[in-house]
């Protein structure tokens, strides 16, 4: 436990980090984002290039005075959408290499024996060395990635993901890396991890800003390319490190594949998990010595119609909650659950009004903060 020092404030560490894509925390203004307890939030380069351009950021006053976000903020480095545009949406897989994470119908080929061939299980060890993702191409040098907005190519090496994150204007910036896909053999995955270690090298050259640069441990679930990987980036200059990547078969390898690697880097340097952090991952996450990590599912949840409470997820969607007249959580003190009840919630996401959408992203967001808090204090009374 400790804190962070930004040039926009303090944060106090473990946190979650939510997530603002393109400078928004989805369905919030910044005011009620920072209602919810929020210290710091993560936007994205790769969107924010594309849509409005870091010019129109910069043009601003820089992204905190641009969406009026006083506190603390980072933006990642591009490299997830190297994994995300690319063989993750080849294969239609996330972080995770466990079967219910890999969805078969989202990869193309497996259909073309026709509509009764059996599907073949996906297995790691699928993508190797010299394999290219449909629609980028990686190269020593960097990525050429097709825009989903217009389809126009665009090059993102380690040099343009920092000019750009220097036009943001971000308290903490990322290095680009490639982040692997969970398919990837071992030499893939070693081979891909010169191209992270090159990357921030150059990354950590070209910066001219006064802004924290993070570089980014790869390694993906193999145990010595990960402790190479801390080893090497650890040594580096860096003012805090981010851990990306596939995390395992599941949740359990998850923790241990985060201890080898938290257990190499430089103890006194603040350690950012990308993109983990379901309420069942946190008490890992944080016993692990892991600062601050980043995760969409309270906001990504909320906007499905589902709400994190003491007694579980709850599908406001579900009819039965019409009848419901008491709050998301009778133990909750956001100002959603003091003014609104499910009876309500329900007949706004039936009645498709936006606004519903609204509370429960309030309410997620609050909870899991409030989740956070409860696992420190458990921690700081020896609970756990
Ligand atoms: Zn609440």
């Known amino acids: 436990?400790?804190?962070?020092?930004?040039?926009?404030?303090?944060?106090?560490?473990?946190?979650?980090?939510?997530?603002?894509?393109?400078?928004?925390?989805?369905?919030?203004?910044?005011?009620?984002?920072?209602q919810t307890k929020s210290q710091i939030l993560i936007a994205n380069t790769f969107?924010?290039?594309?849509?409005?351009?870091?010019?129109?950021?910069?043009k601003a006053g820089g992204i905190h005075k641009f969406m009026n976000w006083k506190k603390p903020l980072m933006t990642d480095s591009a490299g997830y959408q190297v994994f995300s545009l690319g063989f993750g949406k080849d294969f239609g897989v996330g972080k995770?290499?466990?079967?219910?994470?890999?969805?078969?119908?989202?990869?193309?080929?497996?259909s073309q024996g026709g509509a009764h061939s059996p599907r073949k299980n996906l297995l790691a060890d699928e993508i190797r060395v010299g394999q290219q993702p449909k629609s980028l191409k990686i190269t020593p040098d960097g990525v050429f990635f097709r825009s989903p907005i217009n389809g126009d190519e665009l090059f993102i090496g380690p040099k343009e993901s920092i000019k750009i994150q220097e036009k943001i204007g971000a308290d903490i910036i990322f290095a680009f890396d490639e982040c692997t896909p969970p398919l990837a053999d071992y030499n893939y995955v070693k081979k891909s991890l010169e191209k992270t270690h090159k990357w921030a090298k150059t990354c950590l050259k070209s910066k001219k800003t006064k802004q924290s640069l993070y570089g980014i441990v790869q390694g993906s679930r193999?145990?010595?390319?990960?402790?190479?990987?801390?080893?090497?980036?650890?040594?580096?200059?860096?003012?805090?490190?981010?851990?990306?990547?596939?995390?395992?078969?599941?949740?359990?390898?998850m923790g241990q594949m985060v201890q080898w690697v938290v257990d190499e880097l430089p103890e006194k340097k603040p350690r950012h998990l990308l993109g983990v952090g379901y309420l069942e991952d946190m008490e890992l996450i944080i016993k692990s010595g892991v600062d601050t990590f980043d995760c969409t599912v309270p906001t990504h949840y909320a906007r499905r119609g589902i709400a994190f409470t003491s007694e579980g997820k709850l599908n406001l969607n579900q009819i039965k909650f019409l009848k419901k007249n008491e709050p998301l959580d009778k133990?909750?003190?956001?100002?959603?659950?003091?003014?609104?009840?499910?009876?309500?919630?329900?007949?706004?996401l039936r009645a498709k009004e936006?606004?519903?959408?609204?509370?429960?992203?309030?309410?997620?967001?609050?909870?899991?903060?409030?989740?956070?808090d409860d696992i420190k204090l458990k921690i700081k009374e020896g609970k756990i």
């Not at 969107?47 to 910069?58: A, S, Y």
């Not at 956001?334 to 706004?348: E, F, G, P, R, T």
Request: proline share 4%.
């Open 222 to 253: 193999f145990k010595d390319l990960r402790l190479e990987s801390a080893k090497f980036i650890g040594k580096m200059d860096f003012d805090g490190f981010g851990i990306g990547g596939e995390f395992g078969k599941d949740k359990k390898t």
């Open 96 to 110: 995770f290499s466990s079967a219910n994470q890999i969805f078969p119908a989202a990869r193309p080929a497996l």
């Open 47 to 58: 969107w924010l290039h594309l849509r409005p351009g870091e010019k129109i950021v910069d």
């Open 331 to 348: 133990n909750c003190t956001c100002s959603v659950c003091l003014n609104y009840k499910k009876d309500y919630i329900c007949h706004l």
């Open 1 to 34: 436990m400790g804190v962070l020092e930004t040039s926009h404030g303090v944060v106090e560490t473990p946190c979650l980090v939510p997530v603002a894509t393109q400078a928004v925390v989805k369905t919030l203004e910044s005011k009620e984002v920072e």
């Open 354 to 372: 936006i606004t519903a959408l609204k509370l429960i992203t309030f309410h997620n967001l609050w909870y899991f903060n409030n989740f956070v």
